[in-house]
């Protein structure tokens, strides 16, 4: 079933997909005899916000594990639709040899394999019939394999050339097993799946109680193993290529900005402000009540390029001062008054051409929209320490080189 509403910058209410769908969900409730039944109102959803995947060689472990991760997730308020990958299975025949059987020199295999060429029927030929291939099968006629007295009646070879009845060598035992086992490296493993109210859950949280309470789950059951899949893999992915990216990033630019300044320490007076971009980033999720996704991080990495650019006139301007001849205190006064206006312009301009996007209420734009509100507000707040930080780290870098007894750096000026 599905149902679509009217778009957000059209809608007069101000009732949303998932209140809707929280609604439907409680209405509706449980329904016998479903094996899954899920309601979702995301955009561009890929998994689930929390699956726990279990390996085991022990299929029977695995269904009592499973059972208890399930008790536990609903003990969340904010959690619903769990499930698991374990099917309920269908009901079978199993068939078990008896002593009888084994004195005859019967085996599970041989056992099976007549029961299945029975009733299933073996391949004797294969035809071919223009592009089809038709496979020639023999089993029993449809009439002496219709119920379980068929089944027991059939005749089984024996090794010594004989023939015996099955209910003769074998007993039927009435089960259930599972129509699919998945295995992963050899091992049987079964996933508990669940979904979250993400606006009223702090997600870094549960995970780490759910977390804790597998470490210690599995602790009973040896030979057992789990991982936190879904969402949470794909965060640990993204973590760590941002990490690296990161790391490249801060390298690109560090070696930019020192090219042209000759200078080793330089280079890190422009870059310090990037952590208080970060910071604004942050604040500025907090002010438009947005939580940090993916988006919001490479929005910051983004921001890194941006928020240098107002320092690095700075210090370019305290350069030129002191290659003029202006002493060191004077040249960095003079910063902040005379680069006041190009800096705050930059950054104005800037954040006002993102605000159309921060405001957007299109479908389509919802994601795009934790990029530039760390775009917008981390250029913003930035550009107000940029004033205040780059001078007087500048400052006390010189002091520094001063004290350590470094020949001071001498600028000219270019013709």
């Known amino acids: 079933m599905r149902f679509e509403i009217t778009p957000p910058e059209s809608r007069k209410s101000s009732v949303g997909s998932t209140q809707l769908v929280r609604e439907w969900r409680e209405l509706i409730g449980p329904i016998p005899g479903a094996e ?39 003990t969340y308020p904010t959690v619903f639709d769990i499930e698991d990958s374990l099917s309920d299975g269908k009901e079978e025949l199993q068939i078990e040899l008896t002593e009888q059987g084994k004195a005859l020199g019967l085996t599970r295999v041989s056992l099976a394999r007549e029961v299945r060429s029975a009733f299933f ?46 209910a003769h060598v074998a007993r039927l035992i009435p089960g259930k097993s599972p129509s699919t086992i998945s295995r992963i490296d050899r091992y049987r493993t079964a ?21 804790a309470y597998l470490d210690e789950l599995i602790v009973q059951y040896p030979g057992v193993s789990h991982s936190l899949e879904g969402e949470a893999k794909e965060q640990r992915e993204s ?24 200078s080793y320490l330089q280079p890190v007076i422009v870059m310090s402000v990037i952590p208080f971009g970060m910071i604004g980033a942050v604040v500025g999720h907090w002010i438009m009540g947005m939580e940090l996704t993916i988006m919001s991080l490479l929005g910051m990495l ?11 006139v700075l210090v370019d301007f305290i350069n030129k001062k002191r290659a003029e001849g202006r002493e060191l205190m004077e040249a960095v006064l003079t910063a902040g008054a005379s680069r006041f206006r190009p ?17 957007e209420q299109s479908t389509q734009a919802q994601f795009l929209i934790p990029m530039a509100v760390s775009l917008g507000f981390g250029i913003l707040f930035a550009t107000f320490i940029t004033l205040i930080l780059v001078p007087v780290n500048y400052l006390i870098v010189e002091r520094l080189k001063e004290l350590a007894g470094m020949k001071p750096t001498t600028y000219a000026l270019e013709n």
């Open 36 to 74: 899954s039944i899920t309601f979702r109102a995301e955009i561009g959803r890929s998994s689930s916000p929390i699956q726990v995947e279990l390996k085991a060689s022990s299929l029977s472990a695995l269904k009592e594990i499973t059972d208890k991760i399930k008790l536990r997730l609903a």
């Open 302 to 312: 983004a921001l890194i390029g941006v928020v240098v650019n107002d320092s690095l």
């Open 121 to 166: 029927g073996s391949q004797v030929q294969r035809i071919q019939r223009g592009r089809d291939d038709v496979r020639v099968m023999v089993r029993l006629p449809l009439s002496e394999r219709r119920t379980t007295a068929d089944l027991e009646n059939i005749l089984i070879k024996t090794p010594n050339g004989g023939s015996v009845p099955l």
């Open 191 to 211: 996933n508990v799946s669940a979904d979250v109210e993400k606006e009223n859950t702090n997600m870094t949280v549960l995970q780490a109680d759910l977390k």
């Open 343 to 359: 800096v705050m312009l930059t950054s104005l301009t800037t954040f006002i051409g993102l605000m159309p996007l921060l405001f």
């Open 239 to 262: 973590f760590g290529s941002l990490a690296w990216a990161l790391l490249f990033v801060f390298f690109i630019i560090y070696a930019l900005l020192a090219i042209p300044f000759k």
